[in-house]
T-cell receptor, first 111, second 114 residues
Framework: QKEVEQNSGPLSVPEGAIASLNCTYS??????FFWYRQYSGKSPELIMS??SNGDKEDGRFTAQLNKASQYVSLLIRDSQPSDSATYLC???????????WGLGTSLAVNP | NAGVTQTPKFRILKIGQSMTLQCAQD?????MYWYRQDPGMGLKLIYY???????DKGEVPNGYNVSRSTTEDFPLRLELAAPSQTSVYFC?????????????FGSGTRLTVV
C-alpha cells in the first residue's frame, strides 16, 4: 500500500524562525511531490511542487527532495503568524493522476 | 478565472434524504476528483474522472454516485444520506500540467446529516 507519512504536530515556532516540515513516502517510483497549505475551514492551496532531487526555492519557501531516502521537506523561513495552518504533503506515483496524501502537519507560528 | 466552483457551501440533510453536490471548472481540465475530509482523517478520494463519460471509484465510493456528461461539470450524488456522510467535500481538477501544478480545489461543501 502506497503511503505518505507526516508528523501530525502541532509544530510550534516563534515568529521569525525557520519552520521545517517533513514527509516520507513509500513508493519508490513516485515522481512529483507537492506541498499544500490548508487554513482551518478552507480548501487546500498549492505552495510548492518539486520533481527533481535537491532544493527548490520560492520566496520564503524551500522544498527539498531526496529520492534515495524517500523524503521531501518544506522549509519556511522568517515564519509569520499568517503561516499558521495545516501543511499537506502529496505524492504522485507513475503516470496515473491520483495523488497520495499525507494527513498533514499543523503549524503554529507564535507572535 | 473562476477556477473550481462548488455549490452549495453548506447543507444540512436529514437521514434518508438525497442531494447533489455541484462542481464546475472553467480551466478545460480533463481530470476531476471528489474528496471528503473528516477531522484528523485526511483527504479520502471518493470518485474521479479522466474525461467526459469516464468515471471510476476511489477509496470510499459507497453511498455516492457521480456522472461526467461534460468536461466542465462533475456532480456528486448522495443517495439515502447517513450520519457517516457528515463531512467536508472537496472537488478538484487537474490538467495536462498536473505533474507541475497539482490539483486545483474548490472551496468545499460542508455537509451535516442529522
Amino acid at each position: 500500500q502506497k503511503e505518505v507519512e507526516q508528523n501530525s504536530g502541532p509544530l510550534s515556532v516563534p515568529e521569525g524562525a525557520i519552520a521545517s516540515l517533513n514527509c516520507t513516502y513509500s513508493d519508490r517510483v513516485s515522481q512529483s511531490f507537492f506541498w499544500y497549505r490548508q487554513y482551518s475551514g478552507k480548501s487546500p492551496e498549492l505552495i510548492m511542487s518539486i520533481y527533481s532531487n535537491g532544493d527548490k526555492e520560492d520566496g520564503r519557501f524551500t522544498a527539498q527532495l531526496n529520492k534515495a531516502s524517500q523524503y521531501v521537506s518544506l522549509l519556511i523561513r522568517d515564519s509569520q503568524p499568517s503561516d499558521s495552518a495545516t501543511y499537506l504533503c502529496a505524492v504522485n506515483a507513475g503516470n496515473n493522476r491520483k495523488l497520495i496524501w499525507g494527513l498533514g502537519t499543523s503549524l503554529a507560528v507564535n507572535p | 478565472n473562476a477556477g473550481v466552483t462548488q455549490t452549495p457551501k453548506f447543507r444540512i440533510l436529514k437521514i434518508g434524504q438525497s442531494m447533489t453536490l455541484q462542481c464546475a471548472q472553467d480551466m478545460n481540465h480533463n481530470y476531476m476528483y471528489w474528496y471528503r475530509q473528516d477531522p484528523g482523517m485526511g483527504l479520502k478520494l471518493i470518485y474521479y474522472s479522466v474525461g467526459a463519460g469516464i468515471t471510476d471509484k476511489g477509496e470510499v465510493p459507497n453511498g455516492y454516485n457521480v456522472s461526467r456528461s461534460t468536461t466542465e461539470d462533475f456532480p456528486l450524488r448522495l443517495e439515502l444520506a447517513a450520519p457517516s456522510q457528515t463531512s467536508v467535500y472537496f472537488c478538484a481538477s487537474s490538467g495536462g500540467s498536473m505533474f507541475i501544478y497539482g490539483y486545483t480545489f474548490g472551496s468545499g461543501t460542508r455537509l451535516t446529516v442529522v
